[in-house]
């Protein structure tokens, strides 16, 4: 390698990024389905199972959880930051564990239906 | 011709007899098409020939002028006085430090401008003889916008992470790298990378934006910068992933 490498930020900004894209265009999307005002026969709760009993339907739900859930994250320290709260590595110490916690979780619920 | 007397309070320094800056009003009859650059004006040559600003073009392209207007980052050639109240308040910029009444100390920008490397650097160094680097206009079309900085440094005044945090290079400087770095006749990156993707580089932006609301020329400052974390982004994964570390 030519030269040292200057940051690892990308590590967590491309799931920021990522998520940042899915919670603007895809979050309210599913959120407005899980109220079923629209597409009320395939957001019933047989098809929804059956979606979610699905591995492809799995992926695609943990998907909608950890992007987001790692965006929230890395904007909250960042926000914090702005802020003036200087505590960068208590603020990082608190969030990502928080995500990666939270990502936990949406596999053990996913893996029990 | 309407003229209207305004009130123009005016933030005062000079570092051999002020201990602090103070502010200091003047009663200005400004006509109807002036600038606050022009009250500016006529309070030097009319009222105080001791108050020091920087201006030359009085056209929105030299830069200088860059003042707070009304705590807004603005150049002052280009705010008219009609748009303000009755009393409107002008200080240096922020987040730099005052060098005399209005005249900010432009030292920090121009050491980080300069670490940039805001010039092509070519794969090939071409001779006179060989004639110019080219570039189609699609190629130009993909820069162009971020080309159009006149360093005024509003966007630095705006910026709150300039303004906590002094390591950070910043909006124009960092969208001048972009620039050089986008550039279809730039081979550059490595030589600016350290201080592009690196501490103070892009990844302290947090992405406010207010950079690009304040630019005068829309140069998109934000704009450039989240380009610049894509392409570093891009950039860490390639070296670490690929074998040979993507060169």
New interface residues.
């Given amino acids: 390698m030519s030269s040292k490498v200057p940051s690892h930020k990308p590590l967590v900004w491309l799931p920021f990024a990522a998520g940042g894209m899915f919670a603007a265009l895809l979050l309210p999307v599913a959120i407005l389905l899980t109220t079923g005002l629209i597409l009320p026969d395939a957001t019933s709760y047989e098809a929804a199972h059956a979606f979610a009993s699905n591995w492809l339907g799995k992926l695609v739900l943990f998907g909608f959880v950890l992007l987001p859930v790692w965006h929230a994250a890395h904007r909250l320290r960042v926000t914090a930051y702005d802020f003036g709260v200087r505590a960068d590595s208590l603020v990082a110490w608190i969030v990502y564990p928080g995500a990666a916690l939270l990502s936990v979780l949406a596999v053990v619920f996913l893996l029990q239906i | 011709m309407t003229v209207q007397n305004r009130q123009i309070e005016v933030l005062r320094y000079d570092p051999e007899r002020d201990e602090t800056p103070r502010f200091e009003t003047f009663t200005v009859p400004c006509k109807e098409e002036w600038v606050v650059l022009d009250a500016l004006t006529y309070i030097k040559d009319e009222l105080d020939p001791s108050l020091t600003f920087r201006w030359s073009c009085h056209m929105a392209v030299c830069g200088s002028c860059g003042m707070q207007v009304d705590n807004k980052p603005t150049l002052s050639c280009k705010a008219f006085v009609r748009d303000y109240g009755e009393k409107i308040r002008v200080e240096p910029l922020a987040n730099f430090p005052i060098e005399r009444d209005l005249v900010i100390s432009q030292d920090d920008f121009m050491e980080k401008l300069q670490r940039g490397r805001p010039w092509i650097i070519p794969e090939q160094k071409r001779e006179v003889e060989d004639g110019p680097y080219v570039q189609t206009p699609m190629q130009l079309d993909d820069i162009k916008e971020h080309t159009m900085c006149i360093n005024c440094l509003l966007c630095y005044a705006a910026c709150?992470?300039y303004a906590?945090e002094r390591d950070f290079v910043g909006p124009a400087a960092l969208t001048l790298m972009y620039r050089y770095n986008a550039d279809s006749r730039d081979a550059g990156w490595?030589e600016r990378?350290?201080v592009f993707?690196?501490?103070g580089?892009v990844?302290e932006c947090?992405f406010?934006g207010a950079c690009s609301d304040v630019c005068p020329k829309h140069v998109e400052p934000a704009t450039a910068i989240q380009k610049g974390?894509?392409d570093?982004?891009v950039d860490?994964?390639t070296?670490?992933l690929m074998p040979g570390?993507g060169?």
């Fill in positions: 709150p992470v906590l490595d990378r350290e993707a690196g501490h580089g990844w947090s406010v974390k894509m570093s982004a860490y994964f070296r670490f570390g060169k």
